[in-house]
């Protein structure tokens, strides 16, 4: 038994993140750690790591009973991370990423440069990596910054490595990459905790599995003895029968279409047109041009030649300003901003962009604004105390829903949605597919882009394949499959 | 090749040696080397505090009263050394680092723990310090005759027909060299500027950092307090007045981001020497001192805007044409 | 079918306003001056109260401003010197003999172009506006340090020294009236127009901002010119109330004016703050400096008192909050 966890509980005002959790981690095994958004794998993890400690309960590491007081401790305790966020330091070089906090310190205390090259070099070379220890980060990808995190937990000798979503925004090609560097760690006896939302993934990569919901243990069993309705059922607590629950919706005639966009060393020869009440898919690599090319669409970037047409009419579109007016709003994929006023009431931040539509003279009209925030709030069931609440005390659910109802209430004709589930557990997928549904239903149409493919595939009508700033083809949905689409958009 | 002419540093190193010559057109007697010594003597204390300012400004903070605090040390060694003269100076000089250690302290802890921003701290602490001397000087100044000998002998010493102050800078150029290169410390430094979340996981105490950053900045201010009222063997309430934006222009100049995590030594210090240079060449080519300020000023500008110019990333590459 | 209606505020608890920040301020001015009161017979004489109001009517003209440019998660270091420029422009066309209204125009002109150069760098190159203006100050001050060298004005406009210097009605000083009209006219346009909303969307998070149409730029460009013509306006004040115009004038007065606003309750990092908090802390700072001054405490001690206040302003909540959490 390489971990265990006994009776763990942690708590926050209010909620109780982990309650009476009990997880064992064996040596050499591969153990995902499954749960929804809210289920607390997120601050076992934390706890894990040093960053917060159990309110109750124990931690054995190796049979004796460990107190992980801060990230220090737990580094020194064999226990590495690698975060979905970057922790890696752009502008140092990748020897210094490796070793950042564990420096190999000559007698006179002076940084050993020559000693942790060498170390560098081995580690990258044992794991087949492309990468010279003196590039600085922020020119590597994204594929070898996680080679760069995992070197960093080998040379922390860490025996337990903790993996958080560790192939998103990997190519198929890095994903497989991937998986043989951690069947390898394995092989080198290290015990591994796995944190994804794709189950394909878990029942192929992983050995035994863990399952939390609202803070407490639900199940914990081999791989080998379950399947991936079962997980779901485990982390959702219902049956889903369908992750894709599209309503079956009548497209209607072309509203909207881009031709010949290209701006210099970012996009080129970008011709497509959307339809009312379609979900059109943008799939593609990271870095293949989706989000620029829908960026510059918004009107954030500029465009150096091409033609946007909406309703039949050419427009233009030199700021976000335009675009909204237009009809045609942008979701974007920094959740981390939620596109939110945190110091700001719930009321202000729906009402934030329609203020002008309501209001004559640029003096604020209280009774528009009211009964726009109310109608929103009742739509989307947001829950709020009172109208001045600050919009950074709602939950994190309730946070994105006033985002949400923000756009909305600009009565937009197109939704573009940056990777709208990137990171979200199964049942809050679900949820924002069936709102999709839902607002194609009422007339609008949506361009979204996402990595995900059985995503595109259970969701959209068509889907734009994009590789290296160019559009390899347009599909339509039903007549295509996984293969054509990853194939086009790995540039074949 | 290519590469070093792209070198931030090396492009600022011959900014320097072209500057030189042209004012030597304009006034031979400038490049005599007993003027450009005088000229390194007068900048090395702008080089001292601009590399400790370095520090604070890699962990995305500023210290706004090192002026206020180099004063202020000064002042009250100066004092001290009126009611006793017969102290060897090596106790005063280390009197002052110590009083500007404790200075720089107040700002860390006032940072870190009472979470005041580093803004509005250093902005209160630059009017606190300055406000201080005139409560222990009683708004009267401290007059050269009434310095021992032996506290205003040492800044005469030139070795190598070099002036003591320049050595000291030398000696604190290596010690930063070292300490922001090649130590844990140091290299600690440039993450928690880096990438602050980051720098948490990693183990890196944060409140640490921000009390040592500005203890090492206090330090140096202290240590410039000697330096400075034994040159100009002087101490009153007026010194070193605004010379806090000064040490940050030289900062940014050298290629320090305010953005934290970027930024050489040898920068830091190259930047001190341009603008050491300028403020020593307008007299020599005759422009009114009335115009340093805005010629100051007017570098600082054209620099940040050079520097972020370079800094600021193109669009990664996606289509190649 | 009951519906479920949100109310606007929390339940009124009187207990909940004792904690705002704005009452909190008002107590220390109610102490402040109760202490004041006390301690000086001279303090609440009303001649001596109004005319308290010369100090820092100037500097709370641009401390209005100032408040939007920090709410909007930027800062301007160079006010005071543009008030020099200002000042100096201000002094150089009353002497080569222009017309009044001719003279105001040029002055308020230079503030403008000071401000938009400001604006201009900060939105072009998209640089901090700390290092920005910490630039600008030394270039304005010494642009007009080269202008006057040595010298100084002592002429203005009759126009321009009464404005300084002489009273509304004979009561009321036009630069603190001044103050009170345009304090009403920012809080209305903060807390009553979209453009306020905006400058909170922009304080909170600029790219939110600017992907809800908001032209973050813009504003940011505005409101730095906004900077320019209210120090200038101050400037106008200021010199003639001094009658006089040295290269040196204001120095250090930026501090102060920012001491003001985050005093206030100003969140130094943008996104939140009142008029009213300002206006309170304004004529906070201006009665200790009147009250400290009637016991003939030096100018200094007011300084290190105000530096002191500043800080523990921002420290001691911070501290409660900690001591707080430690209990818990």
Known sequence: MKLELKKISKFFPGIKALQNVNFQLKENSIHALLGENGAGKSTLVKILCGVYQPDEGSIYIEKKQKNISNPATSLELGISAIHQESVMFDELSVMENIFIGNHIIKSNKLVDWSAMEKKTKELLGNLEADIKPDEKIKDLSIAQRHIVQISRSLVHDADIVIMDEPTASLSQKEIDELYSIIRNLKKNNKSIIFISHKLDEVLEVCDE????????????????????????????????????PKKLVHIEDEIFNIKNFYKKTQFKNINFSLRKKEILGFYGLVGSGRSEVMKTIFGINKFDEGEI???????????????????????SEERQNLGMAGLMSVKDNINMAIMDKNSDYLILDKLKDLQNASELQEKLNIKVSYWSQLAQSL?????????????????????????????????????????????????????????????????CDRVVVMYKGLIKDILEVPNTSSEEIVKLASGE | MIKLLKNRDFILFAIIIFGVILIGFANPFFVKPSSLSDVLTDTSILIILALSQMVVILIRAIDLSVASNLALSGMLISLLSTVYPELPVIFFILLSCLIGTFLGILNGVSIAILKVPFIVTTLGTLSI??????????????????????????????????????????????IMYLLLNHTKFGRNLYALGGNPEAAKYIGINENKYIILAYSISGFFAGLCGYLWVARYSVASTQIAIGFELTVISACVVGGISVMGGVGTVVGCTLGALLIGLIRNALPAVDISQFWQLAISGAIILIAIIINTKTEQRKDKTIMVE | MMKNIIPENPPFKLLNILYKKEFILFMVLFIIILINSNVSPYFLDLYNLIDSTFIFSEKAIIALSMTFVIIARQIDLSVASIMAVASCVLGYTTSIGLDTYLIITFTLLSGIMCGAFNGFIITRFAIPSIIVTIGTMSLFRGLAYSFLEDQYYNKFPKFVVSLGSDYLFGYIPYAFLTFIILSLVFAFILHKTIIGKRIYSIGNNPESAQYTGIEVDKYTFVLFTLNGLFSAIAAIFLSGRLSSVRPNIAFGWELEIITMVVLGGVYIYGGSGSILGVVISIFILGMLSFGLGLLNVPGVGIIIFTGLLLILSIGFPSFIKYFRSKNE
């Open chain 1, 209 to 244: 599995f863990t399952v939390l919901r609202d803070g407490e243990l639900i199940k914990t069993d081999l791989i080998a003895n379950t399947n991936k309705d079962q997980l779901v059922t485990y982390m959702v607590g219902r049956e889903i029968n369908q992750i894709f």
């Open chain 1, 309 to 331: 047409n909406f309703n039949n009419k050419k427009i233009t579109i030199n700021k976000p300003k335009d675009a909204i007016k237009n009809g045609i709003v942008y979701l």
């Open chain 1, 395 to 459: 939950s994190g659910g309730n946070q994105q829903k006033t985002v949400i109802a923000k756009w909305l209430s600009t009565k937009p004709k197109i939704l573009i949605l940056d990777e709208p589930t990137k990171g979200i557990d199964v049942k809050s997928k679900s949820a924002v597919h069936e709102f999709m549904g839902e607002l194609v239903d009422t007339g609008m149409s949506i361009i979204m882009i996402s990595s995900e493919l059985p995503e595109i595939l259970g969701m």
């Open chain 2, 129 to 174: 310090y300055r406000g201080l001397i005139y409560f222990v000087s009683d708004g009267k100044q401290v007059y050269s005759h009434e310095f021992s000998e032996s506290f205003l002998a040492l800044i005469h010493y030139k070795f190598l027909s070099l002036s003591f102050l320049f050595w000291v800078a030398i000696a604190v150029f290596i």
